[in-house]
């Protein structure tokens, strides 16, 4: 039997990132988002919400672009200061011992601690209540080469990363299986017949 609640956000888990902004140094900022996700392959487009009152909210709509950087087991502590602290008095990035990196296609750090960084450019702001959605084209990825094996593959379960449900930080871990692993079809040994 289920217990029902009032309605709410509760699809979990998701992507607990820090999302970089800002186009000089004097105004970086890093902020945590877990309400964040893909929503198209072609183009690749993703989003992130954040609340107008947020010090990056304006960082971000003025500037059109942001980073979302994925995090790590080594980066807990940093999505959760980031989370809480304001970058209106506090330097994010050094207080949490963060790296601005050099972004490609946006003016946006990235941070170099985060195995993954994906800039964006945000190509519509909506309005939904007590968040505004930045959709955003994904103009290029930058990977740490430690994850990419010899065929160029990236080993996503080596980076150690983080996801949020409910209030907590969960480690992500262990992969059950790849897609199609269901379906996919095992490989028959064919002999000759001579």
Not at 20 to 42: F, I, K, Q, R
Not at 120 to 138: K, Q, T
Not at 144 to 156: A, F, G, L, P
Request: glycine letters at 6%; one cysteine or more; aromatic letters at 10%.
């Amino acid at each position: 039997m289920k217990k029902s609640f009032k309605p709410g956000t509760m699809i979990y888990p998701l992507p607990a990132v820090l999302v970089s902004c800002g186009a000089t140094p004097e105004e970086y900022n890093v902020l945590t988002v877990s309400w964040t996700g893909t929503v198209c392959s072609n183009p690749p487009m993703c989003y992130i919400s954040v609340r107008p009152e947020r010090h990056s909210y304006d960082i971000i709509r003025r500037n059109g672009c942001f980073v979302i950087n994925l995090t790590t087991k080594a980066l807990a502590y940093a999505a959760d200061y980031c989370g809480v602290k304001s970058g209106r008095d506090t330097d994010k990035f050094r207080m949490a011992r963060l790296t601005p990196g050099r972004a490609e296609c946006v003016a946006a750090p990235t941070i170099e601690e985060s195995p993954v960084s994906i800039e964006c450019r945000v190509v519509d702001i909506r309005p939904l209540g007590s968040h505004d959605m930045f959709l955003a084209e994904v103009v290029n990825v930058q990977v740490d080469e430690r994850y990419i094996d010899e065929t160029d593959r990236i080993d996503m379960a080596a980076m150690d990363l983080l996801a949020y449900a409910h209030g907590q930080y969960f480690d992500v871990a262990n992969p059950r299986g790849f897609f199609g692993w269901t379906v996919r079809r095992k490989k028959t040994i064919r002999r000759d017949k001579r």
